[in-house]
């Protein structure tokens, strides 16, 4: 009797740890599929200022994931940071693999000089994504993101934008026309492949 009781509460403990598993992983798997639904655009709290040495309201930052497949908890996605009031001057962009696992998201990002972020205690629903995360400063930033449809990414990939005032391109220094014609002035911009970073995100 009590080796047949014994191998039924061990096989209730085996059955509560799956249904926990499968449980961890439904939930992960609702979260991404909110995730790749558009795209998250808004504020990083201190961000800018400990990966950029930036300051001010201006700056934004907008995110999309893209997934592997119905399923799916990881994929790739692009990130693009840049001051609201010259947003094709001033900018840095790149490239990363995400994952979620037991409700953390991690960013790897392809350039090795931005430090990967682990986003945790956040709130995520199809129209709004804010919390928390570590980009290892020891410091939490906080984040408001809205689910939007950005539609200028092209314009940050390989860094090409062509309007009236500037003519740019990539892998090359850029000249802005000012309010005086004969004031150039040089806009620093580094294309390495892996990231994109013109104007004050590239000094």
């Known amino acids: 009797m009590k080796k047949l009781f014994t191998y039924a509460f061990m096989m209730m403990v085996s059955m509560m740890a799956m249904t926990t598993l499968t449980s961890c992983e439904d939930d992960d798997q609702y979260e991404a599929n909110l995730l790749t639904k558009g795209d ?3 504020y990083l709290g201190e961000f800018y200022s400990d990966r950029w040495g930036l300051t001010g309201n201006t700056y934004e930052t907008v995110i999309r994931f893209n997934g592997r497949g119905e399923g ?4 790739r ?4 940071d840049y001051d ?7 900018y840095a962009y790149c490239e990363f693999r995400w994952s979620i696992v037991e409700g953390e998201i991690m960013i790897i990002y392809d350039d090795a000089a931005w430090n990967p972020v682990y986003i945790y205690d956040y709130h995520l629903s199809a129209k709004r994504f ?26 940050y990939e390989n860094g090409d934008y062509w309007d009236d005032t500037y003519n740019e391109g990539p ?4 000249t802005a026309n000012a309010d005086n014609d004969n004031d150039k002035e040089a806009v620093p911009f580094i294309y390495n492949g892996k990231s994109v970073r013109s104007g004050v995100f590239a000094k």
């Open 130 to 155: 804010y919390g928390y995360m570590d980009d290892g400063t020891r410091r939490s930033i906080k984040f408001d993101f809205d689910n939007v449809n950005f539609d200028e990414w092209v314009h």
């Open 40 to 42: 998250w655009q808004g």
């Open 171 to 174: 892998r090359r220094s850029r």
């Open 84 to 90: 609201t009031r010259s947003p094709f001057r001033d």
């Open 72 to 75: 799916s908890t990881s994929g």
């Open 77 to 80: 996605g692009y990130e693009v």
